[in-house]
């Protein structure tokens, strides 16, 4: 049965409601019903949520494929249980979990294999179902990890994605200690995190960036070199010049059309290219001959499994990874369209975080 506390809860929260999308877009924060969890779920207080790019844009109108009609946006969720529905058996009220980004059904041949954030019969959080940019949010408990109280929320919030697909991108690429490794869009939320992630393995991290101002808090986080592209640089050649012609073993690239095909060039034989992200959505021209008599690897990299989540948690509660929070933002229009803003300009080094 649903828990009692469900019944002293509000009937209604606030949630953030897309009007119209552009850039700027047109937000308003309305009054939504605060959601009854159905047999598996569990309803969440959300504590914190992070602004991904893809939030990004979806609001700008760049994103559509897929979207639900007024979705509630935010897959980057940290919460507390506070009711549950018929059949729960993994959490009870009180318990801070973090979400996978799909709501997985946990038991497909897919999520049985641990490729969860494909689930055959799951939506996507705040993509194909209501996400975090409100107060409650109701979640199946197979989606659900649960957090350790010595990581706060905003930081919490952050473990699967960014971080947890950081993880799954170089697990993809087989970085391995001493090797030398690209990550392009370094100061972003995922790339900041893939450099944390890939220094404290034991390789080297060349950092990509468009904002120099970023440069100290790259080399903090453990990159060895930091590339500045603003000024249009040839990418390729100072990769080759810092590796004595050799090339980088692996380049996980978050950024897409913008800097190839200098991402393959950066590559030397038998390298591999993790690619996360797509700024642009325009075409990228790849020279076939070249992935072939470079027995170059292309994998593309979507999102996080519950193993590679439970990972991220383990080294957060032992201090080997802490989730670059760039800025907690309220969940109101002003708090929100300065995130967009944020976002817009390149500005923050991580994640921005909105708390409601």
Known sequence: MISMTLSSLPDTMSALTLVQAGNPPTLAIAERKVPTPEPGEVLLRVDACGFCHHDYLVLTGTLRRGVAPGVILGHEIAGTVVASGDGVTAFGEGDRVVSLLTAACG?????????????????GIGHGRDGGFA?????????????????PPERAALLACPAGVALSALDSAEVAAGETVVVTGAGGGLGSHAVQLAAAGGVQVIAVTSSPGKAAGLEKLGASIVIDVADGPDLAEIVLAVTDDAGADAVIDTVGPPLWPDVLQCLGQYGRLALLGDVTGEPATVRLAEVIFRDLRLTGVSGVSRRTLERCVEMAAAGQLEPVVAEALPLTEQGVREAVRMVREREPLGRVVLVP
Do not use: Q
């Open 135 to 151: 107060e409650y949010v109701a979640l199946p408990e197979t989606a659900l990890v649960a957090a350790p109280d010595s990581v």
């Open 107 to 123: 038991e497909c041949a897919r999520c049985r294999i641990g490729r969860e954030h494909r689930c055959r019969h799951g939506a």
